[in-house]
């Protein structure tokens, strides 16, 4: 049983474009909504979180989208660069004291130059 | 600051033979948790360990086994290794005051 379904599966960008990543979730326990960012043959680094009580967080050029009534989030890459080139995963955390992750199946974004 | 290092990186077994893999928490992290990262997905929780003691586990079967040291170092046992066991195997730390951080990970291979 998949508890956050990620898409798109793939994304080709043109430099300077804007990426979006969309997550769904079930699980209305989940508090924690994380994306990371995953280059080869690298561990997963945290890109920028969120909490459900917030409906949009920004650092930098990521932007997080929170719809709660929904359960959906999304990741907003702006002015996307051949450096963002890698493969993005969201996740959510079960409120609690284990810092278990539930991940999606990830999106490899490609940034053309 | 020191990150999360795991050892080895790269790693060949054959079925049902048994592994251990290592990882080195970041300095003043005291939780450390392990997830089995398949080709082209995303990674799945195996186990959490806090203050030595497991305190929260995925669905996997008892073949895989953890312990955590004094020193909040880690490890990971997978007994009678299977085909599918093949993943990228990945350490995080973390801590009540920084977020989680991952090591590179080991890629194991089992045939």
């Known amino acids: 049983q998949q508890q956050v379904k990620q898409s798109p599966q793939s994304l080709i960008v043109q430099k300077g474009g804007i990426s979006i990543i969309n997550c769904a979730y079930e699980n209305t326990a989940f508090d924690y909504f994380p994306w990371y960012q995953q280059f080869p043959g690298k561990g997963p680094a945290l890109l920028i979180a969120i909490r459900p009580d917030v409906s949009e967080k920004k650092e930098g050029r990521f932007t997080i989208s929170f719809n709660k009534s929904a359960k959906q989030f999304s990741l907003h890459i702006m002015d996307s660069q051949p450096g963002d080139s890698a493969t993005y995963f969201c996740?959510?955390?079960?409120?609690?004291?284990?810092?278990?992750?539930?991940f999606g199946k990830g999106t490899k974004l490609t940034v053309n130059p | 600051e020191t990150g999360v290092t795991q050892s080895p990186t790269h790693l060949i077994k054959t079925r049902g033979q048994q592994v251990t893999l290592r990882c080195s928490s970041q300095s003043g992290h005291n939780t450390v948790s392990w997830y089995q990262q398949a080709l082209g997905q995303g990674p799945q929780f195996i186990f959490q360990?806090?203050?030595?003691?497991?305190?929260g586990r995925g669905n996997f079967p008892p073949r895989f086994s953890g312990l955590q040291f004094p020193n909040y170092s880690s490890e990971l046992n997978v007994n009678a290794l299977e085909l599918d066991d093949s993943a990228l195997y990945l350490c995080a730390s973390s801590s009540w005051t920084g977020p989680r951080r991952f090591g590179n990970g080991t890629r194991l291979t089992v045939t």
């Open positions: 996740a959510a955390r079960t409120q609690g004291g284990s810092e278990k992750l539930v």
């Open positions: 360990y806090y203050r030595e003691e497991e305190n």
